[in-house]
């Protein structure tokens, strides 16, 4: 079992940046695929991209190369870094887990935070 919990979202305006954190409590992350999607308003849940637990990292054609994961192993803890942001990336970032393969699908993965809300302005 693992429990998460995101943070860092906000308000921000278009072409700027934010760090999202995904903080894991009980199995430590790194036995996981973490993985981070969004879901906007009337909007099916959107996979952005994933961290294997080698450390490879799988992205989302919409937020690839302005997307970075990582994750910070001795504080549990999973990063999504976005630039350039878009009023199209508004929506609720989740972070999930417990997927025993790289997949965009939410239904192959077992644990998932609140999420946490990303406004961008124009």
């Known amino acids: 079992q693992v429990q998460l919990v995101e943070s860092g979202g906000g308000l921000v305006q278009a072409g700027g940046s934010l760090r999202l954190s995904c903080a894991a409590s009980?199995?430590?992350?790194?036995?996981?695929?973490m993985a981070w999607f969004r879901q906007a308003p009337g909007k099916e849940r959107e996979f952005v991209g994933c961290?294997?637990?080698?450390?490879?990292?799988y992205y989302a054609d919409s937020v690839k190369g302005r997307a970075s994961i990582s994750r910070d192993n001795a504080k549990n803890t999973v990063y999504l870094q976005m630039h350039i942001l878009k009023s199209e990336d508004t929506a609720v970032y989740y972070c999930?887990?417990?997927?025993?393969?790289?997949?965009?699908?939410?239904?192959?993965?077992?644990?998932w935070g609140p999420g946490t809300q990303v406004n961008v302005s124009s």
């Open positions: 961290i294997g637990k080698s450390g490879a990292t």
């Open positions: 009980g199995r430590t992350a790194n036995t996981y695929i």
């Open positions: 999930a887990a417990g997927s025993t393969i790289i997949s965009q699908s939410p239904s192959r993965y077992n644990y």
